[in-house]
């Protein structure tokens, strides 16, 4: 499957963003799908997963309660909300999916990467 991000921009701390992930090339519930981000100098780090149908997510616990996860399946799009934003969430923020359906949290727990999207939290 193929993955493809958008949605990054320059916002303001306390600001909001919505970042979005179509996938193509491959049927699109058969994929437990991810996001992750990675600032400057730092490893890749989880954010959120989702199952495959949408029933199930899971967080990082420094972004819950501020992001949340969901999916449109007719649109083969998974989508990231992201509420009062901080310095520290600044990061090149990547979509993953994987066939597997442990909705792990681990980079290696996804096959597939998008490109990734730059998201920058700054006065």
């Known amino acids: 499957v193929h993955l493809v991000e958008s949605g990054g921009s320059l916002v303001q701390p306390g600001g909001s963003l919505t970042l979005s992930c179509v996938a193509s090339?491959?049927?699109?519930?058969?994929?437990?799908m991810a996001w992750f981000r990675q600032a400057p100098g730092k490893e890749r780090e989880f954010v959120a997963t989702i199952s495959w149908g949408g029933g199930s997510n899971r967080y990082a616990d420094s972004v819950r309660g501020r992001f949340t996860i969901s999916r449109d399946n007719a649109k083969n799009t998974v989508y990231l909300s992201m509420n009062s934003l901080k310095f520290e969430d600044t990061a090149t923020y990547y979509c993953?999916?994987?066939?597997?359906?442990?909705?792990?949290?681990?980079?290696?727990?996804?096959?597939?990467w998008g490109q990734g999207t730059q998201v920058t939290v700054s006065s």
């Open positions: 090339g491959g049927t699109f519930t058969d994929y437990t």
């Open positions: 993953a999916g994987d066939t597997s359906t442990i909705m792990g949290r681990g980079v290696h727990d996804y096959a597939h």
